[in-house]
Each structure stands twice: as structure tokens, then as C-alpha cells.
């Protein structure tokens, strides 16, 4: 749904600046998208450690690699939030 909003919004004219225009400073927005990167840095993490430990790693080293994923996706994830909605 979400490509398909934006492939919409650019067909119809909005530019990427445009975007971003509407989006700065918007609280609302920025909450929506920070739960988003919540949820998603922990639901991938989590589905990530399964996969790791039934194919190539032991238990411990999956949750490791996992947590660390886990922290990458929340700090990027929230970068962009900051860029998107505040900068």
C-alpha cells in the first residue's frame, strides 16, 4: 500500500521536496512513522534469529546478530524519522 501511495502521489505531480515539505514538522506524521520503525525493528529482528538459528547458527550467535540488526534498523529507522519530520 505504501508504494502504491507513493507512486500515486508522484504520478500525480508531488515531487519528492514537495513531500517533504508537507511532512516537516508534522507530529502526527512523526509518530505514525517512529511506532512504524518500532514495530519493525522489532518484528524483522525477531523473524530473523529464527531463520538464522534453523539454517547456519547456533542459538546464541542468532540472537546476537539479531540484536544487533534489531539496533541498526532503530537507529536508521529513527534517523529518518528526524529527517523526514524535524530537519
Do not use: D
Request: zero cysteines.
Amino acid at each position: 500500500a505504501h508504494l502504491v501511495i507513493i507512486i500515486h502521489a508522484v504520478r500525480g505531480g508531488l515531487t519528492g521536496t514537495e513531500i517533504l515539505a508537507r511532512t516537516h514538522g508534522n507530529v502526527a506524521f512523526g509518530l505514525f512513522y517512529a511506532s512504524f520503525v518500532l514495530a519493525s525493528a522489532v518484528h524483522a529482528p525477531l523473524g530473523l534469529a529464527r531463520i538464522l538459528r534453523e539454517t547456519v547458527m547456533s542459538e546464541r550467535a542468532a540472537n546476537v546478530v539479531a540484536a544487533l540488526f534489531a539496533v541498526l534498523v532503530l537507529v536508521l529507522g529513527m534517523r529518518a524519522v528526524y529527517g523526514v519530520v524535524l530537519s
